[in-house]
């Protein structure tokens, strides 16, 4: 990236921090590491974001992740075991007409069952304890002359999460049975069309990667076709071979929702709890650009400020949701946390990388064709009546448009060079931190 006037480094620094500038409430922090982040860069990304328009605050950031991604904040307290103990304490206090304990054993299985479904691990034994699970605590709340249209809410949501399963038809009364098919039938009366595709796609081709919603294998990847799924939250996992699945939940509404999940990139992906971000700790395993579109198609974000490391320097990039977000190559003499440079980059820019060498060029060139009318009046006039003081004022308005169109058109040959071929919707925007950085795209 070659380097411009300070003027323009100063323009570029009024324009991200104009109002109309993008939505700066709507990025998230992802750092690319090698290791955790130290303190004292979050702080140093912290300040320098301030300077451009900070992104949402981390406690905000961090519940948005939290809820999108929970993988990413930990591992579930309790294993497939816990469950199904819970469910065996819950059915056998149920019998014992001990209602009130049945709930707490119903209430922990399904909460744990619901928050961390990897547990399930897609078994289909214990998604139909579960479902039966379901039926039995529905009807503990009966017996127990508790919200019944609060338990009839749980059983069509235990239903919209598992559309698919069926309760033990044996072992539950027909009234019981009559309502589970009345509530089955209105959440597939609400549906749409969900098609998850995973990258990089030979990846995805080797045909190990499974699609699992809320804890159940639905499909094979890659998909025959879309998946008709119930509206809602739905909270989805890719697993390919026997490496850790990656999760997202995802909201389904009426219309079609494609899902993109960069595999790799995501389980290089760890939480930034103090900025409220994401750190990336093998880039070498994905692609930071694929990684800011998974988060922002199932989050309310549309963009990131990328915070990278490379030997001694930092370099903070600010990205927006299809950007293109290119390799960097970082060289240069700082501070070792010293961010020195935000770039602020926009996606789709519409080829005015060297505005001011066309402006300037085009003014140019009017100039001379001007300097050329002038003078085609002054050899006119020269060969006819020879009016002395407009033969004069045409010389002098020919001489000077010549001259005035010749110095802007070198001006432009100049600028040519100065703004150089740098994508059109980049501007760099430089900090007075110490040292020099070079960044190259």
């Not at 925007?429 to 070079?438: D, E, I, Q």
Request: include cysteine; hydrophobic fraction near 45%; aromatic fraction near 6%.
């Amino acid at each position: 990236m070659k380097s411009a006037p300070i003027a323009v480094c100063l323009a570029a620094l009024a324009l991200s921090t104009a109002p109309g500038a993008a939505r700066a409430d709507s990025r998230f922090f992802l750092f690319v590491t090698a290791k955790a982040p130290a303190q004292s860069l979050v702080d140093s990304a912290l300040t320098i974001a301030q300077s451009a328009g900070p992104p949402v605050s981390p406690e905000v950031s961090r519940e948005r992740m939290m809820h999108a991604f929970p993988q990413l904040f930990g591992s579930a307290t309790g294993d497939r075991s816990t469950i199904e103990a819970e469910l065996s304490a819950g059915t056998a206090a149920h019998y014992a007409t001990n209602f009130r304990q049945a709930e707490i054993h119903f209430a922990r299985a399904f909460e744990l069952s619901f928050s961390h479904p990897e547990l399930l691990e897609s078994s289909e034994t214990i998604i139909q304890r579960l479902t039966d699970g379901a039926m039995l605590r529905y009807a503990n709340a009966t017996a127990a002359s508790e919200d019944v249209p609060e338990a009839e809410r749980r059983l069509r949501e235990f239903a919209r999460r598992f559309p698919k399963a069926e309760p033990t038809r044996t072992d539950h009364p027909p009234e019981k049975l009559a309502l589970w098919d009345r509530l089955h039938g209105e959440v597939l009366s609400q549906t749409a069309q969900l098609t998850v595709t995973v990258l990089p796609l030979e990846l995805e081709r080797t045909g190990t990667c499974h699609l699992i919603l809320n804890g159940a294998d639905v499909a094979t990847l890659p998909m025959a076709g879309p998946l008709t799924v119930p509206t809602g939250e739905q909270m989805l996992q890719v697993k390919c071979g026997l490496q850790r699945s990656w999760m997202q939940m995802v909201e389904l509404r009426r219309e079609p929702l494609v899902v993109r999940v960069p595999v790799r990139a995501m389980m290089a992906a760890r939480a930034e709890a103090r900025s409220g971000g994401v750190v990336m700790t093998a880039p070498d395993q994905g692609d930071p650009a694929a990684l800011i579109d998974a988060i922002c198609d199932v989050t309310p974000f549309d963009g990131a400020v990328i915070v990278q490391t490379a030997s001694e320097v930092v370099y903070a990039g600010r990205w927006e949701q299809g950007a293109v977000a290119p390799s960097m190559d970082l060289r240069g003499d700082v501070d070792r946390e010293s961010i020195v440079n935000v770039k602020q980059y926009h996606g789709g820019g519409d080829g005015g990388g060297r505005l001011w060498t066309w402006v300037v060029g085009g003014v140019g060139l009017a100039a001379i064709a001007g300097g050329v009318v002038a003078n085609v009046l002054y050899v006119d006039e020269v060969n006819g009546d020879n009016d002395d003081d407009k033969v004069s004022s045409l010389r002098t308005a020919s001489t000077a448009l010549y001259v005035a169109g010749g110095a802007l058109l070198v001006t432009s040959v100049i600028l040519f060079f100065v703004e150089g071929d740098d994508d059109p919707s980049a501007a760099s925007l430089t900090t007075g931190a110490p040292g020099s950085l070079m960044v190259r795209f």
